[in-house]
């Protein structure tokens, strides 16, 4: 009975703490990676007239005469388009580079696709070559595509279970950081000028010079080591590093049982993961969240934004403050997320999140369409912080949390594919529709946002689990009962784990032998 309680005792002591070089590769990973989608996502907004401004000088010099309206709107489209259209690119770029360079080392690589693209930029208005800046979009969407899907899967990797959730929410932190960075530095009078925005544009490559430096120095995921690689002494190492103790031995053990456990399966591609009865109900949620996260309006309600700031009174010179005020909301609301996510759990936040996004749109169409009453565009503003607390705390951070805990090692890289796909697709397919809608339906266009934020809370309801400070042996285990399968009763043992006396190497040899 003491021993028993002795081993308890010494597990809650070792469970998982924020340890110095799990806290600076968190930080490395999310600064360098995160920051840049964000970055990216907001930087062309403000200093957009001055940009068609040059594309317009630039037309005139070569061919003497001013573009017309239909061509400047269609090039400035690709100028915004191309990004979500590379992040698409790079979303399917993500299950072959993890497999064969690793989480960190397509980290690594995927800074030549921000890198190169941001000096380009950044000399487009000496070069006077728009065309550059058109295709250095889609190139910085690549290096995002890659990031949004990577550093959730290297930090939740690297993460012990019970940080798990807000490791995870970090990287949607540091885009909310980079949304707002560009937003700042954007203003008329910092960089959103004439002579500013190329060095706006340039700026997207300090990050990513910046994590080229340091990564180097840090920790390959070790269940990427382990189980992909084989390598048990690296893998050990870096838990060791990442954990500040030597005793490692119940993680690695679960990190063999995942790896037995699949070993009959293989490695899972995108078409047999559309096919794999155990992972149906799994691949459904994340397509039904990433879906709800990009279909819910989060773009709507930021071009709509201005338009309703300037409504209630506020001066057209002043919006661009209020603007970075909103952004300054998603960023702090963010940041409590990365703080309740491990004591309210994914299901909670999303439940709320969603919840209080349809509410939002809801309130929103009826404030829109009765502006003329005296109080109603202060209605609006209200709206419109609501929706974007609700995302920030829900919506935006946790689906990718879901994709990390829900799918184990043979099958994660094809499900960030599949899920970042389908986020791209939507974030793209959004850009092109809601001008049509806004013309269309005018503020009835909330209503269908609104929508989609219902059907989303009552799947999330219905089918998705709470995967809170669970291993992801558990978390599989729950969802096969949801898929009407059964698993090996050896799978379900995860929780008194013992130390095997023959070293996992000679294990994997003996079994290649006797295969022989």
Not at 440 to 451: E, N, Q, R, S, T
Request: hydrophobic share 45%; charged share 15%; glycine share 10%.
């Amino acid at each position: 009975m003491e021993k028993g309680s002795q081993k308890t005792l010494t597990s809650l002591a070792r469970e998982g703490r924020m340890t110095v070089v799990l806290g600076l590769v968190t930080f490395i990973a999310a600064f360098g990676s995160s920051f840049q989608y964000g970055y990216n996502v907001s930087v062309i907004n403000s200093p957009a007239p001055f940009m068609q401004d040059f594309y317009n000088e630039t037309y005139v010099k070569r061919y003497g005469k001013y573009m017309s309206e239909d061509l400047m709107t269609a090039l400035w489209s690709l100028t915004v388009s191309f990004f979500p259209l590379g992040g698409f690119f790079g979303s399917l770029m993500v299950g072959p580079m993890v497999n064969t360079c690793g989480r960190k080392g397509t980290l690594l690589i995927n800074n030549v696709f921000s890198i190169i693209p941001a000096i380009l930029m950044g000399i487009s208005k000496v070069a006077t070559t728009f065309e550059v800046i058109i295709v250095c979009r889609i190139v910085i969407g690549i290096c995002a595509g890659l990031s949004s899907n990577v550093v959730p899967m290297y930090l939740g990797e690297m993460s012990p279970k019970n940080l798990r959730g807000a490791v995870g929410v970090v990287p949607q932190l540091f885009i909310t950081v980079g949304i707002l960075a560009a937003q700042i530095l954007g203003m008329r009078m910092i960089l959103g000028s004439p002579e500013g925005w190329p060095i706006l544009m340039g700026l997207t490559g300090v990050p990513a010079a910046l994590q080229l430096l340091t990564l180097p120095f840090f920790p390959e995921s070790p269940r990427y080591l382990l189980i992909q690689k084989g390598d048990e002494e690296k893998a050990r190492a870096a838990l060791k590093r990442l954990r500040g103790w030597d005793d490692v031995e119940d993680e690695m053990e679960e990190m063999r049982k995942e790896d037995q456990a699949e070993k009959a399966e293989g490695k899972i591609s995108v078409c047999a993961l559309f096919t794999y009865q155990g992972l149906r109900w799994q691949l459904i949620s994340i397509i039904v969240m990433m879906m709800g996260q990009q279909l819910s309006g989060v773009n709507g309600v930021y071009y709509y934004a201005d338009r309703i700031y300037e409504n209630s009174g506020v001066k057209k010179d002043d919006v661009q403050f209020v603007t970075a005020g909103t952004g300054a909301v998603n960023v702090v609301m963010t940041l409590v997320a990365v703080f309740v996510v491990e004591a309210l759990g994914r299901r909670i936040l999303l439940l709320a999140g969603f919840g209080i996004c349809c509410v939002a749109c809801a309130v929103l169409t009826v404030a829109l369409n009765l502006k003329t009453v005296t109080w109603m565009p202060y209605v609006s503003i209200a709206c419109v912080i609501s929706y974007v607390i609700g995302h920030a705390i829900g919506a935006s951070p946790i689906p990718s949390v879901m994709i990390i805990e829900m799918f184990l090692q043979s099958s994660r890289p094809a499900a960030f594919m599949v899920g970042g796909s389908v986020h791209w697709l939507s974030n793209f397919t959004v850009g092109l529709v809601f001008p049509y809608m806004e013309k269309g339906l005018g503020p009835y266009c909330f209503l269908v946002f609104c929508g989609i934020c219902l059907v989303t809370v009552i799947y999330i309801f219905l089918i998705v689990p709470e995967t809170k400070n669970k291993t992801f042996m558990e978390i599989n285990q729950s969802m096969a009962k949801r898929n009407g399968i059964e698993l090996p009763a050896d799978k379900e043992e995860l929780k008194d784990f013992t130390t095997v006396s023959v070293p996992y190497s000679k294990k994997n040899e003996a079994g290649r032998n006797s295969a022989l």
